[in-house]
């Protein structure tokens, strides 16, 4: 059983930057995994920020960006906001039409 | 514009049976691959399934069975029809447009979701 794994939370402070990351329990991830990152407020739907290890969703801003770091995919968010105060979920293609979700970094900004 | 319009959800008993569907005008749907993830109630996001543009179907090991996923291009509709319902699938079922037709390509839009409740 493949486990995707986040880090559970993490902080930043206003304008600062922060990378998150996305690793398997076995293994490397490579861009072979098309990761993608996905942010979401409590009580709302998901957005996606990033697909393909580096695509930027339609208007998601510049800050956003998505790359393989060493042997994990990798979320990092320059000039941190208030309203970047999420969860942030990333996925993992694993072959054969599977898709695995780490379960979520809550990021606080303060 | 992308649109998603789930419908569908309420409450089931166990062993139960439910369909969802998705609308989904505003982008020329047949060809995307289209995705339902769902969201346990205080949980992470978990992939259930996907159809590609073409229909094959992929289905994550817990729900393989007793969902099936399919479309109907002509309706730009994508249901999720749920048999042998468990409290264990109790959550927010969204639905997910792809940014292609193929089962690797990831998610792009979502839907607002709808909750299903598996209870007696």
């Known amino acids: 059983q493949t486990v995707v794994t986040q880090e559970p939370s993490f902080s930043v402070s206003p304008g600062g930057t922060v990378t998150l990351t996305c690793a398997l329990s076995?293994?490397?991830?490579?861009?072979?995994?098309?990761p993608s990152w996905y942010q979401q407020t409590p009580g709302q739907a998901p957005r996606t920020l990033i697909y393909?290890?580096?695509t930027r969703s339609s208007g998601v801003p510049d800050r956003f960006s998505g790359s393989i770091l060493g042997n994990k995919a990798a979320l990092t968010i320059t000039g941190a906001q208030a309203d970047d105060e999420s969860y942030y979920y990333c996925?993992?293609?694993?072959?054969?039409?599977?898709?695995?979700f780490g379960g979520g970094t809550k990021l606080t900004v303060l | 514009e992308v649109q998603l319009l789930e419908s569908g959800g309420g409450l089931v008993q166990p062993g139960g049976s439910l369909r969802l569907s998705c609308a989904a005008p505003?982008?020329?749907?047949?060809?995307?691959?289209m995705t339902w993830v769902r969201q346990a109630p205080g949980k992470g996001l978990e992939w259930v399934s996907t159809?590609?543009?073409?229909?094959?179907?992929y289905y994550a090991d817990s729900v393989k069975g007793r969902f099936t996923i399919s479309r109907d291009n002509s309706k730009n509709t994508l249901y999720l029809q749920m048999y042998s319902l468990r409290a264990e699938d109790t959550a927010v079922y969204y639905c997910?447009?792809?940014?292609?037709?193929?089962?690797?390509?990831?998610?792009?839009?979502w839907g607002q979701g709808t909750l299903v409740t598996v209870s007696s």
């Open positions: 997910a447009k792809s940014v292609g037709p193929t089962k690797s390509d990831g998610i792009d839009y």
């Open positions: 505003g982008f020329t749907f047949s060809t995307y691959a």
């Open positions: 076995s293994g490397s991830v490579s861009t072979s995994y098309y």
């Open positions: 996925v993992l293609y694993m072959g054969s039409g599977i898709w695995v």
């Open positions: 159809i590609s543009g073409s229909g094959s179907t």
């Open positions: 393909s290890t580096n």
